[in-house]
């Protein structure tokens, strides 16, 4: 009988340095490094943690918030960039997966994007939240299906969302439809109330148990002085606590270790991936469990772009797309194997 792979997992629960991104990738820079002392394989931060989440947003109206944004602009992570450099290369200096939300600037528009770079600091992916939530959409950009794949790593086969992308469930689905091992989850936190907290709960647990994966969650967190330096309001300061729920949870829907609800620090947990197949052995939402003649997922994972040229050969070209993450994307199937594939990629 073979060894059972195991796989050091850190979830982290940090406050960012508002209104300064160098001080926030520091802070990065310090608890991988203090991850690696204890062995940690892959590390995950939370949403859009550099340079940090823009909580403005969600108690001030976009008339009144209209220079916090434009400093947002400034500290905002062009990727790639100096920030992703310094994290790259204390991914490779580690063999460690790391997985980092940013807002990322794109010339005129930001974006929330999560990043995976691997252990040999290669960025694997950079996907973009499809849908920014509520107060959300007056920041950020919407992204597109190129970034709704998983990736091959050192730990296994690594996928993906930011907050509420986990109540789309064909988003899930996308994943799951990849044989995704380790899911990596960011919420803001610091943010709504303890119903916040709840609700994520019950959200990653039933992911972990629908996919038969792992899911390491990340959430944020403010400090008093910090919550008062965005509002000296006592009614909105409220709307800037609880909320928070950094955890990490097995494929039966179990925690590894008791969650994070309030302060910072870090979840290390051992993955014991063989739980992968003992619960898929049961139910695999997209194996023997699935019905792909009768329910099926098309899924167009083009990247958008705002011009199309057309030139040359009379194929079409892209005049701008994202950087390309996975060179070694399938290519479409063909009309029958669609039929009979859970994922059918839009050609």
């Not at 790639?80 to 790391?98: C, K, L, S």
């Not at 995704?180 to 148990?209: K, N, W, Y």
């Not at 994307?329 to 839009?346: C, E, F, I």
Request: hydrophobic share 40%; aromatic share 6%; net charge negative.
């Amino acid at each position: 009988m073979s060894q059972p792979r195991i796989i050091k997992a850190a979830a982290v629960q940090i406050s960012p340095v508002l209104n300064e991104a160098e001080g926030t990738l520091h802070k990065v820079l310090d608890r991988i490094d203090a991850a690696a002392r204890q062995g940690v394989q892959i590390i995950v931060f939370p949403e859009t943690f550099v340079p940090y989440y823009p909580y403005f947003s969600f108690i001030r109206p976009p008339m009144a918030s209209g220079a916090e944004h434009m400093a947002l602009y400034e500290h905002a992570v062009v990727v790639p960039g100096p920030v992703t450099e310094a994290v790259a290369q204390r991914a490779r200096q580690h063999g460690m997966v790391v997985v980092l939300g940013v807002n990322e600037r794109d010339h005129g528009t930001i974006y929330n994007t999560q990043l995976i770079f691997d252990e040999t600091g290669t960025l694997r992916l950079k996907r973009r939240k499809i849908t920014p939530t509520f107060h959300e959409r007056m920041v950020w950009g919407q992204g597109d299906g190129s970034g709704l794949k998983v990736v091959d790593t050192a730990v296994g086969r690594v996928g993906a969302l930011a907050c509420w992308e986990h109540y789309n469930p064909l988003a899930r689905y996308a994943l799951m439809a990849q044989h995704e091992e380790i899911h990596c989850a960011q919420f803001p936190g610091s943010l709504v109330g303890p119903i916040f907290a709840d609700q994520m709960e019950v959200t990653i647990r039933h992911h972990a148990l629908e996919s038969g994966c792992f899911v390491i969650n990340s959430t944020g967190w403010l400090t008093d002085e910090q919550i008062q330096s965005i509002t000296p309001e006592p009614g909105l300061q409220r709307a800037l606590r609880g909320g928070c729920c950094t955890a990490i949870v097995s494929p039966e829907g179990v925690h590894l270790a008791p969650p994070l609800k309030e302060g910072e620090g870090m979840l290390v947990v051992d993955l014991d991936m063989s739980l992968i197949t003992k619960r898929k052995r049961m139910m695999d939402s997209v194996g023997h469990y699935a019905r792909p003649e009768l329910l099926s997922l098309r899924l167009d994972d083009r990247p958008t772009a705002p011009v199309h040229l057309l030139g040359g050969t009379g194929n079409e070209r892209l005049l701008h797309q994202p950087m390309s993450t996975d060179p070694g994307a399938a290519a479409p199937p063909d009309a029958t194997a669609a039929a009979l594939a859970p994922l059918s990629r839009v050609a």
